[in-house]
């Protein structure tokens, strides 16, 4: 790909032409250099327990944001920061592909009451292998000054850039969380870094986290909920049902919002699974669930976030599944492009109305 120089690129994306084959996100060639931004794509879904899709979510988002409009309502043209997006590690996909094959393998001796060991070994050394790549990757772009988020993947893809961040912040940070799943079990079907585990692991590997507070969950084991309790003052949920029960008596948004956004520090991290939206935005999603937020909701939490003051020091979006009609990438490209434009207002690097 040949770079554009940050001016170049607002010129052209400015001018509204149509993107060219090979293009960046949003049809972007920015060099990652001059970007204030940058997104490191994951392709992987080496632990996804039900469907597959999700380690080519990455590329169906960059081709998929083709079309979309550079302008968005709440956020001041965040393509002015400079975003980049970077090209997507092949050798982890091909990684991905391999561990897959023998996940599949430990699931089906799992269901039997039974063990692979061989098997078992190959992925967790494998998703240790991810976690390196993605945390050296993203200590590279912060060292260089750059805010950082993954575009998964499955939901173990962020490991990485969160203890990344643990590293080189200098303060704490707590973690806005919306998924379906609280993602709080320990080792999973025997995966150390399971997908499902995200949080367990985050909470236990990243001492500057402070706490974690979750929107959308509807589907956990009695396993998962008791260590949220466990966490005491760390540890707070709106639950899916909770938030809809109190819409319906009439409570406003930002009535229900508030409380938990006012429980989170100055610095934030936000990680989505898009699983945490309705399944009719996300319906080729590996473990999709009824109920969840609407896009407009998602979005309005996003941006109170912002309204409230707070520092978004990066995020992460996954489990975005991929679909011959291109829905899910459609939608996630779109969510995508909130994240960037609410991490850049909330870092005074574009405005916001």
């Not at 975003?83 to 430990?106: G, P, W």
Request: with cysteine; glycine share 8%.
């Amino acid at each position: 790909m040949s770079y554009r120089t940050l001016q170049e690129e607002i010129k052209v994306l400015e001018q509204g032409l149509p993107p060219q084959e090979g293009d960046g996100f949003i049809g972007g060639r920015l060099d990652p250099d001059e970007a204030c931004l940058v997104l490191i794509p994951v392709p992987w879904e080496a632990t996804v327990s039900f469907g597959e899709g999700t380690a080519n979510a990455p590329d169906a988002m960059r081709l998929s944001s083709h079309q979309l409009d550079v302008e968005t309502f709440h956020y001041i043209k965040p393509y002015r920061a400079g975003i980049a997006m970077l090209e997507t590690d092949k050798s982890l996909l091909k990684l991905s592909n391999k561990a897959r094959k023998k996940a599949v393998k430990v699931i089906e001796a799992f269901e039997k009451a039974e063990s692979n060991k061989k098997a078992l070994k190959f992925v967790n050394e494998a998703s240790i292998t991810l976690n390196t790549s993605v945390y050296e990757k993203s200590i590279e772009q912060i060292q260089k000054g750059k805010f950082v988020a993954v575009v998964g993947g499955d939901h173990s893809s962020p490991l990485g850039l969160i203890k990344a961040l643990n590293d080189t912040q200098e303060e704490s940070f707590g973690i806005l969380h919306v998924d379906a799943h609280h993602d709080l079990r320990k080792a999973y079907e025997g995966f150390t870094y399971s997908h499902a585990s995200i949080f367990y692991n985050a909470i236990n590997e990243c001492k500057k986290i402070s706490n974690l507070v979750q929107f959308g969950i509807r589907d956990y084991s009695s396993e998962e909920a008791n260590r949220l309790k466990a966490y005491g003052v760390k540890g707070a949920c709106l639950y899916d049902s909770d938030m809809q029960q109190q819409l319906a008596c009439g409570k406003s948004l930002e009535e229900v919002y508030t409380p938990y956004i006012n429980q989170l520090p100055q610095n934030v991290y936000l990680s989505i699974d898009i699983d945490g939206l309705e399944p009719l935005n996300c319906p080729n999603t590996g473990t999709p669930v009824p109920g969840g937020l609407r896009y407009g909701e998602l979005e309005h939490l996003i941006f109170m976030v912002v309204k409230s003051g707070r520092n978004i020091i990066g995020f992460d979006l996954c489990e975005v599944g991929d679909s011959d009609d291109g829905w899910d990438a459609n939608v996630g490209s779109r969510v995508l492009y909130q994240l960037c434009g609410a991490l850049l207002a909330s870092q005074r690097k574009i405005d916001y109305k």
